[in-house]
């Protein structure tokens, strides 16, 4: 395995005051001749060793096949457990399983069917797209994510414990509180037990402000949902209500709830951002999208079902989370020694063993932008299918195109797949059907053309280094500002 002797401390700093994590990486991963290498080691000499991947085997050896072998680690939940607690995010072993068993009916199909949590907020979600109507277009362009991070927060906060926060109309302590831990904590999982060195003090302020948030939720529903043998979940209670009639233990609560929470809100902003990115700058795909929509159901609001069988709205958000993978970066710790299959060798194509302690840090976004696991434009026309550049944003490849196992994965896989992931998904498409039935266009400002990346950030999610700024035109004055 090619070994890269450079400080892993210094590396993950280095990343993450840059914002440089995608080049650096892919820069680590040239070799001399310009080709690449999918697994490499970081630092070999010193105790903080790091393996980076973006091998298909070995995501599914460490997600999967060797699962029992790699694991959140000690390092995770250290860093972590002041905000996650013993959530299902920051726990192995039994007490994983344990969470998982707790959360898996409160994300069963029958509350997924519900679409009507959605509505209120994506009311002022489309509002808040448009600006201003007292002033001409040029004036209102508004920058989409931090909207979407409101949005999203709203609608999660709504769900899990049917409080209705609007942060999206006036700015909140707890959101503020969000958007600072979520940076915050991209920073601590860098660093991991360097962590401990860094300044916790604006950090501790704004975890309070979550504990004061959630605390009086969990005693009102403690003391008004009992617990009984009928676990049936009722009809309109929140997540926290139905969660209360499996546990009665309100630190389990808090800890679930809270994950969930950061879960529920940052991943699916940034998939409906990244939509909403190239959307802006794909015309075409607009006017397609919002055909659909016409026939399927016009002006009335989506079904669950219906939303299901939307075949392109499904296209652009799984061609969204192939490009734009909500995690780009994830880690494992090796819990026991093991093996990976691909890393060793001349060619790196044979097995490497990793040492119990070793990091596994596997690239999403660089595996599912692999150009070498697509077809070529030779297969692609002996199959008799348009070949597409794996780099360029077009839907339509889901219509030919069946990604090969672990090629695809942005709510990565094994037993410890998103739990979340139709909840997610059904969010996403719910949001860009409505935000279509009532804009007829959308048009990006300073983005790049079609084809060619923004300049990433990466805290925990992916984001942008520049704003995404739009400009929402509604259908009733597209005529009008064409004419003009």
Same mark, same amino acid.
């Given at each position: 395995m090619?070994?890269? =002797?450079?400080?892993?401390?210094?590396?993950?700093?280095? @990343?993450?005051?840059?914002?440089?994590?995608?080049?650096?990486?892919? /820069?680590?991963?040239?070799? =001399? $001749?310009?080709?690449?290498?999918w697994t490499f080691e970081v630092n070999p000499s010193s105790k903080f060793r790091v393996v980076v991947t973006a091998d298909p085997e070995n995501v599914k050896a460490v997600l999967a096949t060797r699962f029992s072998d790699f694991g959140k680690g000690a390092d995770f939940h250290d860093v972590f457990e002041s905000l996650f607690g013993e959530g299902i995010f920051s726990v192995d072993g039994q007490e994983w399983q344990a969470a998982r068993k707790l959360m898996r009916p409160l994300f069963s199909?029958?509350?997924?069917? $519900? #679409?009507?949590?959605? !509505?209120?907020? #994506?009311?002022?979600?489309?509002?808040?797209?448009?600006?201003?109507? /007292?002033?001409?277009?040029? /004036?209102?362009?508004? $920058?989409?994510? =931090?909207?979407?991070?409101?949005?999203?927060?709203?609608?999660?906060?709504?769900y899990l414990v049917g409080y209705d926060m609007a942060s999206i109309v006036k700015e909140t302590e707890f959101s503020e509180a969000f958007d600072y831990l979520r940076h915050r904590v991209g920073v601590f999982m860098r660093a991991q037990h360097f962590s401990r060195f860094m300044s916790h003090k604006m950090y501790n302020q704004f975890l309070r402000v979550v504990e004061d948030f959630a605390r009086p939720f969990i005693q009102q529903t403690l003391s008004t949902v009992k617990e009984g043998s009928d676990k049936k979940l009722a009809d309109g209670e929140s997540f926290i209500?139905?969660? @209360?009639?499996? #546990?009665? /233990?309100?630190? *389990?609560?808090?800890?679930?709830?809270v994950s969930i929470l950061i879960a529920g809100r940052d991943t699916t902003a940034v998939t409906i951002s990244f939509c909403l990115f190239e959307l802006s700058r794909r015309p075409d795909i607009v006017k397609r999208l919002? *055909? *659909?929509?016409k026939t399927t159901f016009g002006k009335r609001l989506p079904t669950y079902r219906e939303l299901k069988d939307m075949r392109y709205l499904t296209w652009v958000l799984n061609e969204t989370l192939r490009l734009y993978p909500t995690i780009p970066f994830n880690v494992r710790s090796t819990l026991r020694d093991s093996s990976l299959p691909h890393g060793g060798g001349p060619d790196g194509n044979e097995p490497v063993g990793v040492l119990a302690g070793t990091r596994i840090i596997y690239s999403v976004m660089d595996t599912q932008r692999r150009v070498d696991l697509y077809p070529t434009p030779e *297969?692609? !026309? @002996? !199959?008799?299918?348009p070949y597409y550049d794996p780099l360029h944003f077009v839907p339509e490849r889901w219509e030919h195109w069946h990604p090969k196992p672990w090629t695809f994965f942005p709510f990565s896989g094994g037993p410890r797949i998103c739990i979340g992931q139709q909840f997610a998904m059904t969010e996403a498409a719910y949001t860009v059907v409505r935000i279509l039935q009532h804009y007829s266009q959308i048009k990006g400002l300073n983005a790049p053309p079609p084809g060619v990346d923004p300049d990433f950030t990466f805290d925990i999610t992916l984001g942008t280094q520049q704003p995404m700024n739009c400009l929402f035109i509604a259908e009733d004055e597209d005529r009008a500002i064409d004419d003009s």
């Open positions: 090619a070994r890269m =002797p450079i400080s892993g401390r210094h590396t993950f700093h280095w @990343a993450s005051r840059t914002h440089g994590d995608f080049k650096f990486w892919r /820069n680590l991963m040239t070799r =001399p $001749d310009g080709s690449l290498r199909k029958d509350r997924l069917v $519900d #679409t009507t949590v959605f !509505e209120k907020h #994506t009311q002022r979600l489309i509002s808040a797209l448009g600006g201003s109507r /007292n002033f001409p277009p040029d /004036n209102r362009v508004v $920058d989409i994510q =931090p909207i979407l991070y409101d949005f999203t927060l709203d609608a999660s906060v709504d209500d139905s969660l @209360a009639r499996f #546990t009665r /233990n309100p630190k *389990e609560i808090r800890d679930q709830l919002r *055909e *659909e929509i *297969e692609c !026309e @002996a !199959e008799k299918m």
